[in-house]
């Protein structure tokens, strides 16, 4: 089993258990919000993330830090859930439980996430017609484009929804009549 397959299995009953928390407290949206905020901390250091995986530091100094960096920026019921994380030594799986409980989250409110990389940014029309067309492709009510930039795509876009992924972009058109040229070779 691969890193991430295993990171993915451990990660999923924390993020279920979290999602049925957050439902019986009928704070969906504060918990959604704390979840992002702790997930772009996340994103942003990655000293942290370091430091929650590294098993040599103790339980106590990562409650600390937990508890120093959260306390009053998020609600009580997800600092508990971060220490009992901790307490389980799954701490260092908690970006991974973040995400998850986003997907689950999102899969529950029928939004589709669609990760769009194009070589230039799209303008707002462009994203519009792209979430047109994504509705009516995928049959979801609600699309959510994450946008992102790589000028080496030369033109078009790469689009992943979920496994799938669609690749328009010039430099993906190149590299498949390279592959076929390699294949006539042969």
Do not use: C, H
Not at 25 to 39: G, P, V
Not at 56 to 66: P, V
Not at 135 to 154: F, N
């Amino acid at each position: 089993m691969s890193n991430k397959a295993l990171m993915a299995k451990v990660s999923l009953p924390y993020a279920e258990a979290l999602l049925e928390l957050a439902q019986r407290s009928n704070n969906l949206e504060k918990i959604n919000e704390d979840i992002t905020m702790i997930s772009k901390v996340l994103a942003d250091s990655e000293n942290l993330t370091t430091f929650f995986a590294n098993p040599l530091i103790s339980k106590s100094s990562k409650k600390e830090i937990i508890t120093q960096l959260f306390s009053g920026q998020i609600s009580d019921t997800i600092l508990t859930f971060l220490l009992v994380l901790v307490d389980r030594k799954r701490i260092a799986y908690l970006d991974f439980i973040l995400l998850k409980y986003l997907e689950l989250v999102y899969s529950l409110e029928s939004l589709l996430i669609a990760q769009v990389t194009s070589s230039v940014n799209l303008t707002d029309d462009q994203q519009k017609q792209l979430i047109e067309k994504l509705k009516i492709m995928t049959e979801s009510t609600r699309v959510k484009l994450e946008l992102s930039v790589d000028p080496d795509l030369i033109g078009g876009f790469i689009l992943q929804l979920g496994s799938k992924i669609i690749d328009t972009s010039l430099k993906g058109q190149l590299k498949e009549i390279a592959y076929f040229l390699e294949v006539g070779a042969t």
